[in-house]
């Protein structure tokens, strides 16, 4: 390695200092936390590469996440944390959960998370991570003692907000400066990670970029549609109708999507024939996806599952080990400290 790199690198480290400190890792990157992905290999492959895993709970009840915590250990001495969703109504059983095996980090996701869950976290020893769609928000958040947020754009894949990364993070990261903020979102090169990094993002957070990590037990054909996809094809799922509303989820497009929107026609078709009451029909549409995830994920379905899926996603072009990813992704942004230089010398 040229001593030019090295420089380069170092000035990376730099600013990633306080992501990686606050982490407890080597780098300032988190894995996003992906239902039936980021279980216990991907995990502790990424805290083992030095970036820091998070487990997906989604929706495990507390024995089964003591499990995954347990099995996650067995592979990794380096630092993970648990993403708790905010409406499983075991919360408080979860929290227990992750404080009871030590676990360093809870990361709160999917709404606003009770003051008392978070009081409880910290009072156990976690450092807790909130996300932060809006500055109101993120101001709140920090008043209700969260020790770092993550801003998450439309970009990204799974349920979406309805605001870039790029907008977001105008908007949020000039006023936020007391606790460490990460930036996620359809990110896959290190040029946009230190790009973030010098608009005062503490660190990234990264998910489509490793589903295709070879320590990600992800189904061969679920790997091979992120490797053929491109941005284009992760597009979020449309609502027909104003009265049923829809949670936006980006994914890539599949004979799945298409059946949806059939599914929702024919639903609201039904509600309007007197068929169906309003919350029934409300249950139906939203429950057609349930189990669709694992179908793909695990069982390899992806004409009929749910391919969950970021924008970056045209940037995930084979598979590699999570070292690897994390290796180019560190690279790219030096090269870019790099080139950048060179072109200011006269």
């Known amino acids: 390695m040229s001593d030019d790199m090295t420089k380069a690198l170092a ?32 995990v502790s492959a990424l805290s083992n590469a030095g970036a820091f895993g998070v487990i997906a709970c989604g ?16 592979l990794t001495t380096k630092p993970f944390g648990v993403n708790l969703i905010t ?3 075991r919360l408080d ?6 404080l009871a095996a030590k676990v360093s980090h809870i990361v709160f996701a999917g709404g606003i998370p009770p003051g008392t869950a978070i009081k409880k976290a910290k009072d ?127 994914a890539l497009q599949n004979e799945g999507t298409k059946r949806f929107l059939e599914h929702q026609a024919e639903t609201i078709r039904r509600f309007q024939s007197g068929e169906l009451t309003k919350e029934a029909a409300q249950l139906d549409i939203e429950h057609f ?21 970021g924008q970056s996603v045209g940037m995930v072009t084979q598979e590699q080990s999570a070292s690897e990813i994390i290796a180019e992704l560190c690279g790219q942004a030096a090269e870019a400290i790099l080139a950048r230089s060179a072109a200011a010398i006269p």
């Open 11 to 42: 000035q990376l480290d730099r600013l990633m200092a306080r992501g990686a400190a606050f982490l407890g890792a080597r780098y300032a990157i988190m894995g996003g936390a992906m239902s039936w992905v980021s279980e216990r290999h991907l």
């Open 59 to 74: 929706a495990m009840e507390p024995p089964r996440l003591a499990e995954e915590i347990a099995g996650t250990q067995a």
């Open 87 to 89: 409406m499983h109504p």
């Open 93 to 98: 059983q979860l929290v227990d959960t992750c």
């Open 124 to 250: 156990g020893g976690a450092k807790v991570i909130c996300f932060a769609p809006a500055l109101a928000l993120a101001k709140r958040l920090i008043r209700a003692g969260a020790d770092a947020l993550v801003i998450e754009g439309s970009e990204a894949g799974g349920h979406i907000g309805p605001v870039s990364l790029t907008v977001l993070a105008q908007e949020i990261l000039p006023h936020i400066r007391d606790v460490p903020v990460f930036v996620a979102g359809g990110i896959g090169r290190g040029e946009a990670i230190l790009s973030y990094l010098e608009m005062g993002a503490a660190g990234v957070q990264l998910g489509t970029r490793f589903v295709c990590a070879r320590e990600s037990i992800a189904h061969a054909n679920f790997k091979q549609a992120f490797i053929r996809g491109n941005a284009r094809d992760a597009m979020p799922t449309i609502q027909l109708d104003e009265n049923f509303p829809v949670i936006p989820v980006r």
């Open 289 to 309: 996806w349930a189990g669709a995830l694992r179908r793909a994920v695990i069982d390899g379905d992806v004409e009929n599952g749910s391919l969950m899926a």
